[in-house]
């Protein structure tokens, strides 16, 4: 941490000590010293009468420089002359004092440095170095110098702690980090203090394109990301740089574009480590330029998004023609992809109505939560708020009560005013540290769950494993319980007992589950997995779920390629269809290309409502299930499959059937950029 900048100080009280006449002429010569008065003068820096102190931090210590002026500057020059050659006692000396004591030293200050000036004539800087609970509490400091054996002053100016919030608030903050605030007590962070890359126990970076077709292309490394002086720098740079995720069969804008035009960084903490409730507080400076979009937010752990919960503690964009912060939150709906939104805009000219300079000022932006509230606040003003239990996923299922992640990213944002990036201009986006805070302070990880075994039986799968034990502190909340996979699209429940049963289980391969054990503060324990064949139930291969209804076996082997089915289309040479191993449940039907498609006969039962599941990924948009005949008039009805961007859903949507009819359902891919896997489906009656 190696960062300047300047006190204000207000100076109370000036005095001079002179050794034998005070009231003879000021002279300038050296050799009569005893006669001078006001032999030397605290400069002020401001005209308003502040004086102005350089403040400093450097390794871990902290000092402050004050500027004097001599009446001569072969004065000057012998003070610093005779404490640079001293090898005992030293000609200056200073100390300090509290302001509310006044009346007592409470500590000498040891002097490092003293110089005169070679460009102004007479002055002299005296560098000391300061203790750190000097920095928390006013204080006055003190001054001594003398040549020979003359003392030419003792100056007293005191610093006030609310001086010093001003100017800090334009440097990172090299002050302590409080142990304790509002009863809550710091358990981990970043404050970003170790020049060079970002630590990577805590960080993972993204790379390539990531989302809301933004231009940048997200890179690791320290060309982007790196920590200089106190605090983390995140560069947007016009830079033309090969997307690492390309494949120009694709037809997601993240993987078919080869190049982008921009490169910059996002960093989250995601399975590296996770929080439960408590404050987080980031403090960071924006860069206004035109396309900066900083975001400062959490997502949850588990659930696929938004179901899995996002909290935008601060994002910087322009909303309705004004550059503006955001503070949001979102849950999901039933749809896959698809977010309810508490969002609350606040343009920058509310602040900048406070204060002209608050866009050049690092602020403080400050999530609070807990079991029933989240608070959003700027510079402790509140800017939004939940109801933990009422602001919940369209399922009901209560969002914020799983552990949330920390990202740091700046991305860029053209909204019709370009983006003011140049090869000699960057955006910079600058954080100097992330905080957390909670009510205990666990760093300690519940035991891994042993005796971790799965039976299958009739579609069903159960679980069941031995108690984890914790002794951090924080108390076992819960297990989490994962097939496939670790994290977020894995996921399938939680539990507290020591029992899980998993219901409609297709029958195949085997499948492998895993097992964390959750504390009270967002510690996951080590992972435990068992494998298992899950036997009888229904899926993919087991045909079509639908009362009175037919499907032919699909006349298909694992990896066997065949032609695209088209009754409908008329061409069966478009696409083609394959069921391969791997996907959620084992084996998975692959469809490519345009209008590839399979077809199946169903007999509807009118006036009767459906329900369509199936497991699906997809890579862009333009597959649907198309349901032949279902509406009056032998009309069909198709239902869209979003793009998912490469991750598995579950997608899952009602209709009527308005007809007895007999229609072709398909399974049909339009586009020829889209690759489609669907890994296990459903369509039957609802009760």
Request: aromatic content about 12%; charged content about 25%; some cysteine.
């Amino acid at each position: 941490m190696k960062n300047r900048f300047f006190i204000v100080a207000l100076i109370v009280l000036f005095f001079c000590g002179c050794s034998d006449n005070d009231d003879t002429v000021v002279n300038n010569s050296i050799d009569e010293l005893g006669n001078l008065e006001n032999g030397l003068v605290f400069l002020p820096r401001y005209e308003d009468g502040k004086a102005s102190i350089e403040y400093r931090a450097e390794d871990g210590e902290f000092y402050i420089t004050a500027n004097f002026k001599t009446l001569s500057a072969r004065l000057a020059e012998r003070i610093a002359d005779e404490w640079n050659q001293a090898t005992g006692d030293k000609n200056v000396t200073a100390d300090y004092t509290e302001v509310q004591t006044r009346t007592t030293s409470v500590s000498s200050l040891e002097v490092t440095k003293v110089v005169s000036s070679n460009e102004t004539e007479g002055l002299i800087t005296i560098e000391m170095k300061l203790p750190l609970e000097a920095l928390l509490k006013p204080f006055f400091f003190s001054v001594s110098a003398k040549a020979g054996n003359t003392l030419l002053m003792s100056a007293y100016v005191p610093v006030y702690k609310d001086d010093l919030d001003k100017q800090l608030a334009y440097v990172p903050d090299p002050r302590p980090i409080p142990a304790i605030k509002d009863g809550l007590y710091y358990t981990w962070g970043d404050e970003f203090n170790i020049d060079g890359s970002v630590n990577e126990e805590l960080w993972t970076f993204e790379e390539g394109f990531k989302r809301g077709n933004e231009p940048q292309n997200y890179v690791k490394g320290i060309d982007n990301a790196i920590v200089v002086d106190g605090r983390l720098l995140i560069t947007a740079k016009k830079e033309r740089r090969k997307n690492p995720n390309y494949d120009p069969t694709s037809g997601d804008y993240r993987m078919n574009w080869e190049y982008g035009e921009y490169t910059s960084a996002s960093m989250n903490g995601n399975q590296k480590r996770f929080f439960l409730f408590g404050r987080t507080e980031v403090r960071a400076k924006i860069d206004p330029s035109s396309g900066s979009f900083p975001a400062i937010w959490t997502c949850g752990n588990n659930k696929e998004w938004p179901l899995n919960g996002e909290i935008d503690i601060m994002e910087f964009y322009i909303h309705n023609g004004e550059q503006s912060l955001t503070s949001n939150f979102a849950a999901g709906k039933k749809q896959p992809w698809e977010a309810i939104w508490n969002s609350r805009w606040t343009p920058l000219s509310y602040y900048e109505l406070k204060d002209p300079d608050w866009i050049k000022k690092y602020h403080v932006y400050r999530m609070d939560w807990d079991e029933k509230e989240i608070k959003l606040y700027v510079d402790d003003e509140l800017r939004n708020s939940i109801k933990v239990e009422e602001f919940l996923n369209e399922d009901g299922s209560i969002v914020f009560h799983n552990p949330q992640y920390m990202w740091l990213n700046l991305a860029l944002k053209d909204q019709g005013r370009g983006i003011d990036l140049s090869e000699t201009k960057n955006i910079q986006f600058e954080v100097d540290y992330f905080r957390l805070y909670q009510k205990v302070i666990d760093h300690q990880k519940p035991s891994k769950v042993t005796n971790f075994t799965a039976k299958s039986k009739d579609g069903l799968v159960n679980l069941s494993w031995k108690p984890s034990i914790d002794t951090g502190g924080a108390g076992l909340l819960r297990y989490d319980l994962y097939r496939g996979g670790i994290g977020s699209g894995y996921f399938i429940g939680s539990t507290t007992t020591t029992s899980f049963t998993e219901v409609e289980v297709a029958p195949g391969a085997e499948m492998t589950y895993y097992i964390q054990a959750l504390d009270g503060v967002g510690n996951y324990s080590d992972v435990n997995e068992v494998t298992v064949r899950p036997e009888g139930g229904g899926g993919l291969h087991e045909g079509n779920l639908v009362p009175d209804g037919t499907m032919e076996s699909l006349p298909i082997e694992l990896d066997q390629s065949l032609p695209g089915f088209d009754g409908s289309w008329g061409n069966a040479s478009w696409g083609s269809l394959r069921v391969l191993t791997g996907g959620y449940w084992g084996k998975y039907i692959q469809i490519t290309g345009g209008n590839g498609e399979l077809q199946f006969p169903v007999t509807w039962t009118p006036n009767t409502t459906y329900v369509l599941r199936a497991k699906i990924k997809t890579t862009g948009s333009g597959f649907e299930f198309g349901l032949g005949k279902v509406k009056v008039g032998d009309s069909s009805l198709a239902l869209s499959i979003p793009n998912t961007r490469g991750e598995w859903i579950q997608f899952e949507q009602e209709f009527m059937a308005e007809t007895a009819s007999t229609g072709n359902c398909s399974l049909h891919n339009w586009s020829s950029n889209t690759v489609v896997q669907m890994d296990n489906w459903e369509l039957y009656e609802k009760e």
